[in-house]
């Protein structure tokens, strides 16, 4: 894997249960220099609601600020449908 990336693997659920986890994982990261890109992986999601994109707005608000990317990976399902309804393959890269 490229050191420049670092990876959030979430699992389940992606409510509002994981705000405080979420940003917990992503607040390193952002201050790590060596880290230019955040990868959100969605391999394991089966539900996303609108606190999720929410999150995810404020994580790539921050990680602009901070000069670096936010790439949400391995988007399928449910979770793909509402991302892309919600415009957000307009806002990330999405794979």
């Keep these: 894997m490229d050191p420049s990336s670092?990876?959030?693997?979430?699992?389940?659920?992606?409510?509002f249960a994981?705000?405080?986890r979420f940003r917990e994982l992503y607040e390193p990261m952002?201050?790590?220099p060596v880290i230019r890109e955040i990868?959100?992986?969605f391999a394991e999601v089966n539900y996303i609601d609108s606190s999720a994109l929410g999150m995810l707005m404020l994580l790539?608000?921050?990680?602009?600020?901070a000069s670096k990317k936010v790439r949400l990976v391995q988007v399928?399902?449910?979770?793909?449908?509402?991302?892309?309804?919600?415009?957000f393959h307009t806002k990330f890269q999405m794979d």
């Design 18 to 20: 994981w705000f405080g």
């Design 76 to 87: 399928h399902g449910l979770s793909k449908d509402l991302l892309t309804i919600a415009n």
């Design 39 to 41: 990868q959100i992986n």
């Design 30 to 32: 952002l201050s790590n």
């Design 6 to 15: 670092a990876v959030i693997r979430l699992n389940g659920r992606f409510d």
């Design 60 to 65: 790539k608000d921050k990680a602009e600020a």
